[in-house]
């Protein structure tokens, strides 16, 4: 029974999806006028292993996470860069489309974009205006928070705690002009130069928060499974999707609400942001860091919890990539030796590290658990390619478990290409001559060879085999 931590209620829920068998499920996606830093990649990765878990165990995903592509912070951008703001935004949605491909992350069902949608945003503000929860002023047009009487459930908040300046766009002009401090803009008018689009207000641009609403409910319809994004989304920003949508509807907006940690850097663990000038990009870590690497890196830590990014911390993951990849090249080389048929025995104990490992995932998406009985599939599969007699059925299916369970995580196993193959082979077969000959000169030089070329041998009871340096 798969439980899902909602953010709004606080605890583990029991998922039940709206259409038996489907999910719908909306993740905030990038404001494109930079490379994503790592902090960004943890909630794709994030969010793509949950969306992979839900296929794994049979479920149909509908998946939308969209691009802000028209902000402050892409407008101020553009200007600094001399390009439009369209250009700016197609130059970073291009990256991250690479860059995420690089981290084996799936593409969204639909990445919509915030200025694809102006004529609906236009729409659903004149609506929230004519049920009385927004109001224009000098070409702006403001939610009335004190209105929605569930506003702060969510950051389980109390709106009368709440200090000026909450919706994070606010300065002395624009609160004079509110009714309430704590109102934020769905609708900022244009200033001199500014990219913009009619409206009955005057030329201007959606505010942040009205642009989620409307793509969610688009292409999710007004209540939806699923809403994910980083914990530092959850006020404002999610709150004020709840309170704008829920106000035009009518309807809950969204059943289960999931939220990952942050990535921290450095001793005392601070955040990793844009903002404070820490960050690492994506773009530049891939030109030193193993991407495969970096997504099991982040993959294989609870989406709830903080992930501390450190160079040791990712050579531990590269080790542990690094076993599996092994027990799986280990399991590969005995197939050339393997007997026809099956060993029930060692495929019940698979099966049963499989239905343990359901057991964990079902928990949250406990992925530091589901990830120990992969491990354990790799020990056992070590264990079994030492046997003297060993059988071709029961090796295939414990490397495809192991892929299939890896896949979960975004991690693909590598099996080498056939040429390679074959010179290797041929250089093993000349050392075995060499040492029978008991040319050990020979033997160690070659084994040199393979070395330089990052060619790792092992001398074992079966024989000799060889598998590829990390």
């Keep these: 029974m798969l439980k899902v931590f909602n953010t709004l209620t606080r605890q583990k829920e029991t998922f039940e999806p709206i259409t038996p068998g489907v999910v719908n499920m909306y993740v905030c996606g990038p404001t494109v006028y930079n490379y994503i830093h790592i902090g960004n990649a943890r909630s794709a990765i994030a969010f793509d292993t949950i969306r992979r878990y839900f296929e794994y165990r049979g479920y149909q995903v509908k998946y939308v996470s969209n691009f802000t592509d028209v902000d ?11 390009v439009t703001v369209p250009e700016l935004g197609d130059r970073f949605i291009a990256a991250f489309k690479e860059d995420t491909a690089a981290l084996n992350i799936e593409p969204a069902t639909v990445n919509p974009r915030a200025t694809e949608h102006i004529t609906e945003i236009v729409t659903f503000v004149q609506d929230l205006i004519d049920k009385g929860y927004a109001y224009p002023v000098d070409g702006d047009v403001y939610y009335r928070t004190h209105k929605f009487a569930h506003y702060g459930e969510l950051a389980h908040m109390n709106l009368d705690d709440l200090e000026e300046g909450a919706s994070q766009h606010t300065n002395d002009e624009e609160t004079a002009r509110k009714e309430d401090p704590v109102d934020f803009a769905l609708w900022k008018g244009a200033k001199p130069g500014e990219i913009s689009w009619p409206s009955p207000w005057g030329a201007g641009r959606p505010g942040w928060h009205i642009e989620c609403s409307v793509m969610s409910t ?10 994910g994004g980083g914990e530092d989304l959850i006020f404002p920003h999610h709150q004020n999707e709840i309170a704008q949508s829920e106000a035009k509807t009518g309807k809950t907006f969204v059943h289960y609400w999931l939220h990952n940690g942050f990535v921290t850097i450095g001793d005392d663990n601070e955040k990793m942001s844009k903002s404070l000038g820490n960050f690492v990009t994506v773009h530049d870590m891939l030109k030193t860091v193993d991407a495969q690497t970096l997504r099991f890196f982040m993959a294989t830590t609870q989406y709830r919890r903080p992930i501390q990014y450190s160079q040791r911390n990712l050579d531990t993951a590269a080790r542990n990539l690094q076993r599996l990849q092994t027990a799986y090249d280990n399991m590969g080389y005995r197939l050339k030796d393997a007997e026809a048929g099956n060993d029930p025995k060692t495929e019940q104990e698979t099966r049963q590290i499989v239905a343990d490992y359901i057991d964990a995932m079902d928990d949250d998406f406990n992925v530091q658990n589901g990830v120990s009985e992969v491990y354990d599939l790799a020990r056992l599969g070590n264990v079994y390619a030492e046997r003297p007699v060993v059988f071709k059925g029961t090796l295939e299916f414990m490397r495809q478990t ?15 290409a056939k040429l390679d193959d074959e010179r290797i082979e041929a250089l093993i077969q000349e050392r075995i001559e060499a040492r029978n000959n008991r040319n050990f000169e020979r033997s160690d030089e070659i084994r040199e060879q393979l070395k330089n070329q990052g060619i ?3 001398d074992t009871a079966q024989g000799t085999r060889w598998r590829k340096e990390n």
């Design 72 to 82: 402050d912070k892409m407008i101020n951008e553009a200007h600094r860069l001399g």
């Design 218 to 227: 688009h292409y999710l319809g007004d209540t939806f499974d699923i809403h």
């Design 402 to 416: 192991l892929t299939d369970l890896l896949s979960v995580f975004g991690v693909k196993l590598t099996t080498a």
């Design 456 to 458: 790792i041998l092992e």
